[in-house]
């Protein structure tokens, strides 16, 4: 009796030992099971792009940055395309630019995370070395616009100052490249070309496109055909009723995008869309708060 009860006793601790291991087991797979969706998280946000490019509507070296932009994603490369008349992407600009302490029109590459970026269109050597990391020159620039020339008609006194004031803007800039300074016509031959009598009217750009109207749009036609009338000495003056009909069309495109629909032009991609632009850009915002709070 007492030998039966000593193995039942036998029995029921090896039951309980193996209970035991096996809610260890359980518990220590639970555990990397965890830790691996813990880790898959983490390196699902150090893949967000931190590789960003503002471009704009009717922005010229954004257009003819697109091709190479275009082409680096294709080969892999997590480029964010972010239009500027999306007011967040703006928003946005102007944030990495204080940060930065950077003053930059489009096109902007910028990594949001160290800072690095290219002013203004580069070809795709230079930004295979952005993309890598490397830190990339600021190219010679003019210390400043040409001074304007007066207007057409304006007095030899006018014209003398005038010359003072270019002949010493281009001393100014001897540290162009040889390239440059062979561009530059000389004062003469700019007094000798064709000049505007008075400024043109200054047509609604920017945020003011946006809240423009159809009316408003026609009003500067007609005062722009006023001034081209006061002007036809000028060549190449285009016509006015094409011009008032593309900022139509730019300001109806400016209003598909903001509400979210497919963007035209540059920011219209195989792989991305201005939704998705913003998305993955708030995303990037949002890691790079709780990483500056030590969120894990």
Known sequence: MVKEEVQEAVVEKAEVATKVAESVKTAEETKEDTTTVDETTDGDQEELSPWYVFCSTGCGFCKKSEPIIEELIEEGHDILILDMAEPDNAKLNKELQAEYKVQCGTPWFINA????????FREKDVLLKWLDGE??????RPTGPPPRPPFHGSTSKEDTAWKKEYTAWVK?????????????????AVL??????????????????AQATDADFDKWGGEMKVWQE????LPNLQ??????????NRK?????????APAGGVVNNAQLNTLDA????????LDRIISHFGVK
Do not use: F, Y
């Open 113 to 120: 995370e160290t800072g690095k970026g290219i002013c203004g």
């Open 135 to 140: 830190d990339i020159p600021v190219p010679p």
């Open 172 to 188: 100014d800039n001897k540290h162009m490249p040889d390239t440059w300074q062979k561009q530059q016509k000389s004062a003469q």
């Open 192 to 209: 000798d070309a064709p000049r505007p009598k008075s400024d043109p009217p200054r047509p609604p750009m920017g945020p003011q496109m």
């Open 230 to 233: 006061e002007n036809k000495h």
């Open 239 to 248: 016509p006015v009723d094409q011009m008032v009909q593309n900022m139509k």
């Open 252 to 260: 109806n495109q400016m209003a598909t995008q903001a509400g979210g």
């Open 278 to 285: 913003k998305v993955q850009a708030l995303e990037v915002k």
